[in-house]
């Protein structure tokens, strides 16, 4: 007997009759997961992402959800999440049962496992059975098989609260890790199956034209320019020791076990071209998994938005270096300073609206430039739609990691543990970069001749003068002596804290020189065009006076550089910002402990184990030369590793395996939120005040008025909530504070009264 297929799904322009046939819906959002999973190399799940995919509208074959789409009387039976997932549940394997039934009962909607997700009104779902049972000829053409137990089951009590004892035996003696990550992973390929279907119709495949040569002629090419420029370099070492760096790390990726080798360090100095290096490691790589059979996304990840957009950069003139056009589904660019915007070379369309966010948010490119923070909250705001519909991306994919001594040691654990999982079960590769490597994510390393060039380069020493703690008005002087004794010399002053910095910037306003200050209070939009114009303009001899907003990543050079006491890690990271490119005398780097009024060092906004430590190690080391620092960098975090304590990575752990999503999401915090700070927008340019106006315009697009806040970003800063009645503003819409442009300052940012 053939039937026509009557079921619709969703609607099209508002007309039910030509809305998207159930069928169609179901077997479309399978193919797009089945596909994506395919583009990952994941094996064996083929059977499971059917199910949970082919399942999860079922509950839209009710009469009642027919009639809602028809705009008949609403009606709360016309709910589909529930008996749904109870379908899902009926098919799956006994080991996917409860995975497949919370991925479909939450595929609208956060997912917090608890017992009201495992409730039910019986009354409710058996009407909506008895009403789906109506269809039962066409809903048994759109799976193939007979329902006739599964609607005798359905009215049963027994079988209703099924899922619900398995949850609590589940929780009561924990769910594996690696369990919870099949559950991430599988919900993340249906919320992002289900929007794709409706969005583009067809799965997001990644590229696979990359290869280590179009990395090897870019670096060519910027080898003969900086030549050019700088004819003396080719002789010297550091030269020399680049071009080795590089060779060695693509000789090394072609040597991998792919089976094992998930793994993988670039540890060598700064300024020996780590970043061109790890691009031709993770293209060379791509090359190779793509022989395997995956296709991998490559995720470049790092603390800070201004080396991000400083990466994006150099990608995309390696891009267009290669004649590809760098459109967001080949480079993607998403950190909170970034607008919304995604267009589709390949099918030559620009989407718009919700559509264009979720396409980026889902990271549907085949490079993603992005922060720690967006990649971590993929990982562990577990349950969190928004974001967890991206976390299929993790696998087979290449995650670059730079600058990896920035994340805290209390959560090493949590973050191997998940790691390993990912790479051994997942096809993920990561590859750690640093000049100052933790004992953190140890796998390959790709430079096996890293010590070598550790202690054989030797552009810069440290003078440490810690031994005793001084003022900060005796800093500033000594600092500024220094300034003036040394007219053609440039100057980097590192301070712990804004008002620190700013005071030391106050003392040297008046010198004969251009004196720059950088801050979080400097407008970020302000701040990305300071440091633009100090790397354009290498030849100036600048005074900057910043915080360690500075200290990683960003490639700027300095003759010498003031720095108040920190942890080891980070004093390197300063310490790379002088005489970067060897191209100048040796350079310094001038350590100082500097304190308040009340005795207390402003290095107190660090753990106190890490100052202690490094005041062990830096105790009667007067000076401290660049080869040095390979020993005292790995005597550090030796120490960091003896005292670090793994509570809240365990916290962590055991709160996610108890299926307590809500407070591991709460657990990592990669930033502490800082409370006693309020956020202030400047109304610095014309741009403020359009997009104000954009977001109060009711007729205004969706992603106009969400870009129109992204773009108040660049001009917002936090301040201490104790200086607002010091600062002169207007509220202009809900929870908005606008201050004038007359009350922030150009060099120092906001103005106290």
């Known amino acids: 007997m053939s039937i026509s297929f009557k079921l619709r799904s969703h609607l099209k322009n508002n007309s039910f009759e030509e809305g998207q046939l159930l069928k169609d819906h179901l077997e479309n959002v399978t193919k797009i997961a089945l596909e994506t999973n395919e583009l990952h190399g994941i094996k064996g799940l083929d059977d499971v992402i059917r199910i949970i995919c082919m399942t999860h509208d079922f509950g839209k074959a009710s009469n009642y959800f027919q009639d809602y789409l028809r705009g008949k009387e609403y009606s709360k039976y016309k709910n589909h999440g529930e008996i749904s997932a109870y379908l ?16 479909v009962r939450k595929h609208h909607g956060n997912l917090e496992p608890g017992i009201e997700m495992f409730s039910c009104d019986e009354k409710d779902i058996v009407e909506i059975a008895k009403s789906i049972e109506i269809n039962k000829d066409e809903v048994e053409r759109i799976y193939n098989c007979d329902l006739t137990d599964f609607f005798q089951k359905i009215k049963t009590e027994s079988f209703l609260n099924e899922p619900r004892s398995l949850y609590r035996k589940v929780k009561s003696k924990g769910m594996d890790l690696s369990s919870i990550l099949y559950l991430q992973y599988l919900w993340s390929l249906l919320l992002t199956a289900d929007k794709t279907q409706l969005i583009r119709g067809t799965s997001y495949q990644n590229y696979t034209n990359l290869n280590e040569k179009q990395v090897k002629n ?9 030549l050019t420029n700088n004819p003396l370099v080719k002789n010297t070492r550091l030269f020399q020791i680049k071009n080795l760096i590089y060779d060695e790390v693509i000789s090394n990726i072609s040597k991998l076990d792919l089976d094992k080798d998930h793994f993988l360090s670039i540890n060598v100095p700064t300024g020996t071209g780590k970043t061109l290096a790890v691009f031709g490691a993770s293209f060379h790589l791509a090359e190779r998994l793509i022989e395997k059979g995956i296709k991998p996304s490559i995720i470049y990840c790092l603390p800070y938005t201004s080396i991000i957009d400083q990466n994006h950069a150099v990608l995309t003139d ?34 718009l ?47 670059i990691l730079d600058e990896i001594q920035e994340i805290p040691p209390k959560y090493h654990k949590v973050i191997e543990a998940t790691f390993k999982i990912l790479g051994e079960q997942f096809n993920t590769y990561f590859i750690t970069v640093t000049a100052t490597k933790p004992l953190f994510l140890i796998g390959k390393e790709l430079v096996t001749s890293n010590k070598q060039y550790f202690t054989e380069l030797n552009r810069i020493k440290i003078e440490n003068y810690s031994d005793k703690c001084i003022s900060l008005s005796e800093f500033s002087s000594i600092v500024k002596e220094d300034i003036i004794k040394n007219p053609n010399k440039s100057f980097l002053i590192v301070l712990n804290t804004i008002k620190s910095a700013l005071e030391v910037y106050n003392s040297l306003a008046d010198l004969d020189r251009e004196v720059i200050y950088l801050s979080t209070e400097i407008l970020p939009i302000v701040r990305l065009q300071l440091i633009k114009y100090i790397r354009e303009h290498k030849d100036n001899k600048f005074v900057l006076v910043s915080t360690q907003l ?57 753990p106190n184990e890490l100052i ?16 040095e620092l390979y020993a005292i960098n790995n005597e550090f975090f030796n120490l960091v590793n003896e005292r670090k304590s793994d509570d809240e990575s365990n916290d962590i752990l055991a709160n996610l395996t108890r299926l307590n999503f809500k407070y591991a999401r709460e657990l990592f915090k990669l930033i502490e939120p800082e409370l006693y700070k309020e956020d202030i927008i400047v109304d610095y340019d014309e741009k403020v005040m359009e997009a104000i106006s954009t977001i109060k315009n009711k007729n205004a697009s969706y992603l106009d008025i969400y870009n129109s806040w992204i773009r108040l970003n660049n001009y917002k800063v936090s301040v201490p909530k104790d200086d607002l009645s010091k600062i002169q503003y207007d509220v202009v819409m809900d929870g908005v504070k606008l201050v004038s442009r007359v009350y922030y300052d150009e060099k120092t940012g906001i103005r106290r009264l």
Request: hydrophobic share 35%; net charge negative.
């Open 318 to 351: 390696l891009l267009e270096f290669n004649d590809i056009e760098p459109t967001s589904d080949y480079l993607l660019k998403q950190h909170y300073l970034t607008e919304i915007s995604y267009f589709n070379s390949q099918e030559n369309k620009e989407y």
């Open 612 to 627: 202690d430590i490094t005041k062990k190690i830096l105790n009667n080391k007067n000076c401290i030369y660049e080869n």
């Open 550 to 606: 500075i200290e990683a990543g960003v490639d700027i050079d300095f003759d010498i550089v003031y720095r108040d006491f920190a942890p080891i890690a980070s004093i390197n990271q300063t310490a790379g910002r002088a005489n970067r490119n060897s191209l100048r005398d040796m350079g310094v780097v001038k350590l100082f402990r500097i304190c308040r009024d009340n005795g207390k060092e402003y290095s107190n906004i660090y």
């Open 88 to 103: 899902a549940y009926y098919l799956l394997p006994e080991e996917w049962k409860l995975i497949g039934y919370m991925c």
């Open 353 to 399: 609206n919700y559509d264009a966010r979720f396409c980026v948010e889902n990271w549907q490119s085949t490079i993603i430039t992005t922060t720690f923070i967006q990649l971590f909250n993929t990982i562990y705001k577990t349950g969190i739609n928004d974001i967890g519909h991206r976390f299929h991306k993790l696998a087979g994919s290449i995650i």
């Open 218 to 226: 870019y670096k060519e090419q910027i080898r003969n320019q900086f």
